[in-house]
Antibody
Framework: EVQLVESGGGLVKPGGSLRLSCAAS????????LKWVRQAPGKGLEWVSS????????YYADSVKGRFTISRDNGKNSLYLQMNSLRTEDTAVYYC?????????WGQGTTVTVSS | DIQMTQSPSTLSASVGDRVIITCRAS??????LAWYQQKPGKAPKVLIY???SLEGGVPSRFSGSGSGTEFTLTISSLQPDDFATYYC????????FGQGTKVEVK
């Protein structure tokens, strides 16, 4: 079964750090671009970051640039998001998703809450 | 940045109704548009890609059309499972979503 499973979410204070992980299974991980997407409570979807198959092309939304770092380990079939200098407005469900243009496989999401 | 604007924000409909959701891009995105369905507490699911291509396994009552800056998602006969929120997404330049359209029971 093709699957993405996120982990690493939790409660963190403003200014703190968190590292999200996304474990993939059921497909050739190293042949797909991957994304992080988030959804604040009661709000719409926001693209956060993107990484190409070999990590050569990496992009960030302006809202997280300089604070978040995306990476992947093709040997471990895993995607990561290092989040530093967290703000209250980063509170959201974070999803990983597969695809370069449109995204055809999504994880179930992991919740990040930034609050004092 | 490319902005995506959906209308309406909320749509009240009954089972069997024909439903049309519109998405407008702030600049020409050719056919690089996808539509997603999201139910509460669940991840989004892709319905349509390249403006009009139906994702595998998606019922044929869903269809997409448009190019350039104007796009529509049509549900030909609304079913009980279709009450959800729908998002358009452009992937011409990075990725941007519309604000969503909630289809609710009339």
């Amino acid at each position: 079964e093709v699957q993405l499973v996120e982990s690493g979410g939790g409660l963190v204070k403003p200014g703190g750090s968190l590292r999200l992980s996304c474990a993939a299974s059921g497909f050739a991980f190293n042949t797909y671009g991957l994304k992080w997407v988030r959804q604040a409570p009661g709000k719409g979807l926001e693209w956060v970051s993107s990484i190409s198959t070999g990590s050569s092309y990496i992009y960030y939304a302006d809202s997280v640039k300089g604070r978040f770092t995306i990476s992947r380990d093709n040997g471990k079939n895993s995607l990561y998001l290092q989040m530093n200098s967290l703000r209250t407005e980063d509170t959201a469900v974070y999803y990983c998703a597969r695809g370069d243009g449109w995204w055809d496989v999504w994880g179930q999401g992991t919740t990040v809450t930034v609050s004092s | 940045d490319i902005q995506m604007t959906q209308s309406p924000s909320t749509l009240s409909a009954s089972v069997g109704d024909r439903v049309i959701i519109t998405c407008r891009a702030s600049q020409n995105i050719s056919i690089w548009l996808a539509w997603y369905q999201q139910k509460p507490g669940k991840a989004p699911k892709v319905l349509i890609y390249k403006a009009s291509s139906l994702e595998g396994g998606v019922p044929s009552r869903f269809s997409g059309s448009g190019s350039g800056t104007e796009f529509t998602l049509t549900i030909s006969s609304l079913q009980p499972d279709d009450f959800a929120t729908y998002y358009c997404q452009q992937y011409n330049t990075y990725w941007t979503f519309g604000q969503g359209t909630k289809v609710e029971v009339k």
